[in-house]
């Protein structure tokens, strides 16, 4: 059964700190590994990450992914309140194209 | 453009009332999927739909039952709603297959309490 590990669990910082979270995983066939942001609603989309040690990026936001290590971070620089929100990592994969879910950090940006 | 349509928004239950959650999406995909969502849980896969006419348990199945009604429509039926089923639920639908566009689209969710 694959599985999905995120750490910290929460994490509270200042405005214009830098913020990683972290992912590991157990898979038995590895497709893409994905990071949501989830505010008050629905999750939506920030990365997905295929191949290991291409670092993906949007703005302040960047995510690479390490097949070796079996994790993934996320790394959120000179954070803003508007970055609090949860933060899933999920995983695709095995045959059938569904995402296994982490449990989420709770990122607070404090002013 | 609607995406994923998850009716209702909000539902209060007695224990043991039946329910049935809806979902629709207008973006003609293939694949269906419902989740829950609990404080400090992350999103488990109650069950899922690979395809129009197939139907799969996923996670945490106990107590749900499902219908692809047709390739838009994807219903949760609770049948003697529980509190342990107090959560907030998620629909969504993504493409059949896997490759560089792939992705969830997720409804707006309903957040069920049940006394």
């Known amino acids: 059964e694959d599985k999905v590990v995120q750490s910290p669990l929460s994490l509270v910082v200042h405005e214009g700190d830098t913020v990683t979270l972290n992912c590991s995983y157990e898979v038995t066939n590895f497709r893409s590994l994905l990071w949501y942001k989830q505010e008050k609603k629905a999750p939506t989309f920030l990365f997905m990450l295929t191949s290991s040690g291409i670092e993906k990026k949007s703005g302040r936001l960047s995510s690479i992914l390490d097949k070796k290590e079996l994790s993934s971070i996320l790394n959120i620089t000179a954070t803003q309140t508007g970055d609090s929100a949860i933060y899933l990592c999920a995983l695709l994969g095995g045959s059938n194209y569904k995402l296994t879910f982490g449990k989420g950090t709770l990122l607070t940006v404090n002013p | ?115």
């Not at chain 2, 999927?33 to 197939?54: C, H, K, V």
């Not at chain 2, 629909?91 to 309903?110: K, L, R, V």
């Open chain 2, 1 to 115: 453009n609607a995406g994923v349509t998850q009716t209702p928004k909000f539902q209060v239950l007695k224990t043991g009332q039946s329910m049935t959650l809806q979902c629709a999406q207008d973006m003609n995909h293939n694949s269906m999927y419902w989740y829950r969502q609990d404080p400090g849980m992350g999103l488990r896969l109650i069950y899922y739909s690979a395809s129009e006419g197939t139907t799969d348990k996923g996670e945490v199945p106990n107590g749900y039952n499902v219908s692809r009604l047709n390739k838009r429509e994807f219903s949760l039926r609770l049948e003697s709603a529980a509190p342990s089923q107090t959560s907030v639920y998620f629909c969504a639908s993504s493409e059949a297959g896997w490759g560089p566009n792939y992705g969830y689209t997720f409804g707006s969710g309903t957040r069920l309490t049940v006394v």
